[in-house]
């Protein structure tokens, strides 16, 4: 069971918005910044947002990312059916001294 | 945007010692002030980072593996390397290198993401 808390699926419809939740503690997320990484089948995965809320060049601003304490979330607005992918966030673990990944968010378009 | 890609055998026993290369092409890692990393993920499950190098020399990784990783540099060939120890049918896995954008400071991280990242190389351990 991973450190870092996600929830196993979510889905929405085209066009509309989703979010996804990744729950931590203060030796984590509480006090390190996030990145978020979206992976296809068999491919590798690729970030979406880094230092909690930043946007790689070429990630469109559908992605955001935001840091509540010890719990951030990556919101998809406009969704399309090509954003069917695993979900992924990232952190340090101060305690543990590691990098910490949540279990994967499976999102589905319907 | 550096290019990476992993190269090793892909099938070995149990017991044996994994050892896979990183070449990066399109940045230089001795000139460069990221990281380099190794991660993986067994088939269906969660990714998992083994640790990662700076150029000069600092290595760190994951605990939980830590007694079994070694990861090296080779400036010269602009290529890192992991290996790892003891196999066992718990190390099958898709193996990725990536470049690792790293900054801790006062035990809190600012910078800690991987970007971008090879295709990644599957790696199995059966008898």
């Known amino acids: 069971q991973s450190v870092l808390t996600q929830p196993p699926s979510v889905s929405a419809a085209p066009g509309q918005t989703v979010t996804i939740s990744c729950s931590g503690s203060s030796s984590n997320i509480g006090n390190n910044y996030v990145s978020w990484y979206q992976q296809f089948p068999g491919t590798a995965p690729k970030v979406l947002i880094y230092?909690?809320?930043k946007r790689p060049s070429g990630i469109p601003d559908r992605f955001s990312g935001s840091k509540s304490g010890t719990s951030a979330t990556l919101g998809i607005t406009g969704l399309q059916s090509g954003d069917e992918a695993d979900y992924y966030c990232?952190?340090?673990?101060?305690?543990?001294?590691?990098?910490?990944f949540g279990g994967g968010t499976k999102l589905t378009v319907l | 945007q550096p290019q990476l890609q992993e190269s090793g055998p892909g099938l070995l026993k149990p017991s044996e010692t994994l050892s896979l290369t990183c070449t990066v092409s399109?940045?230089?890692?001795?000139?460069?002030?990221?990281?380099w990393a190794w991660l993986r993920q067994p088939p269906g499950k969660d990714l998992e980072w083994i640790g990662s190098?700076?150029?000069?020399?600092?290595?760190y990784s994951n605990p939980s593996l830590k007694s079994r990783v070694t990861i090296s540099v080779d400036t010269s060939r602009n290529q890192f390397s992991l290996r790892l120890s003891s196999v066992t049918a718990a190390d099958t896995a898709v193996y990725f290198c990536a470049r690792h954008a790293y900054y801790c400071s006062g035990g809190s991280c600012i910078q800690n993401w991987f970007d971008p990242w090879g295709l990644g190389t599957l790696v199995t351990v059966s008898s």
């Open positions: 230092e909690n809320k």
């Open positions: 990232g952190t340090w673990d101060s305690s543990l001294s590691t990098v910490l």
């Open positions: 399109g940045a230089s890692i001795g000139g460069s002030s990221y990281h």
């Open positions: 190098l700076y150029f000069r020399g600092t290595t």
